[in-house]
């Protein structure tokens, strides 16, 4: 059965600090892996990973696959408040179906 | 383009009322998702369509949930009988192979059923 699983659950962290998200999965046909933020509204798209070892990089955000470890992880250095927000990962099966971790919620205390 | 639009933003009703959420898929996108979440459950996935057809609706909770897609740049989601414990956000969310299947979501719909 595809899945996808990300830790931790939750994180409160004090702003200035990094954070390091995980996601790991086991998706047949494995294409590419998408982090989404989500606040308060709908999801947001972050990032694409479909090659292993190549970083993303967007502002204080990063990301990078490991496709042989099959996992993926999410970096945030000097947190703002804004930052404040559910991180979710996901990754299309055959089908092109979306599956979902259930989400890292992500406090950022001033 | 204005994205893929939901209606209505929020929805308050009373229990055993018919429920109709309608979405508008981004133009040429012709995959089209449906989503239910919840604090409890999280971002579920209910039923996708590919090309106005339904590819998998495993998700659907009940047979009081249906959904339909008459045409490429319609959908609706409809709950009938509504239940309190069927509260959520519900998302629409459309791809396109063009755009590496990336999904786009809607604003959403809140749903409170009484």
């Known amino acids: 059965e595809d899945k996808v699983v990300q830790s931790p659950l939750s994180l409160v962290v004090h702003e200035g600090d990094t954070v390091t998200l995980n996601c790991s999965y086991e998706?047949?046909?494995?294409?590419?892996l998408l982090w989404y933020k989500q606040e308060k509204k709908a999801p947001t798209f972050l990032f694409m990973l479909?090659?292993s070892g190549i970083e993303k990089k967007s502002g204080r955000l990063s990301s990078i696959l490991d496709k042989k470890e099959l996992f993926s992880i999410l970096n945030i250095t000097a947190t703002q408040t804004g930052d404040s927000a559910i991180y979710l990962c996901?990754?299309?099966?055959?089908?092109?179906?979306?599956?979902w971790g259930a989400g890292t919620k992500l406090i950022i205390k001033p | 383009d204005a994205g893929v639009i939901q209606s209505p933003r929020h929805e308050v009703t009373e229990m055993g009322q018919e429920v109709t959420l309608r979405c508008k898929p981004i133009s040429g996108h012709n995959s089209l998702f449906w989503y239910r979440q919840t604090m409890m459950r999280g971002l579920e996935l209910l039923i996708y369509?590919?090309?106005?057809?339904?590819?998998?609706d495993s998700g659907m909770p009940e047979d009081r949930f249906s959904a339909k897609m008459p045409n490429a740049s319609f959908s609706t989601l409809k709950i009938q009988p509504s239940e309190p414990r069927d509260s959520a956000v519900y998302f629409c969310a459309s791809s396109s192979p063009r755009e590496n299947n990336e999904q786009f979501f809607g604003p959403g719909t809140r749903l409170t059923v009484l």
């Open positions: 996901a990754a299309p099966n055959s089908n092109y179906q979306l599956i």
């Open positions: 998706v047949t046909n494995f294409r590419s």
């Open positions: 479909t090659s």
């Open positions: 369509f590919n090309n106005n057809v339904p590819i998998d």
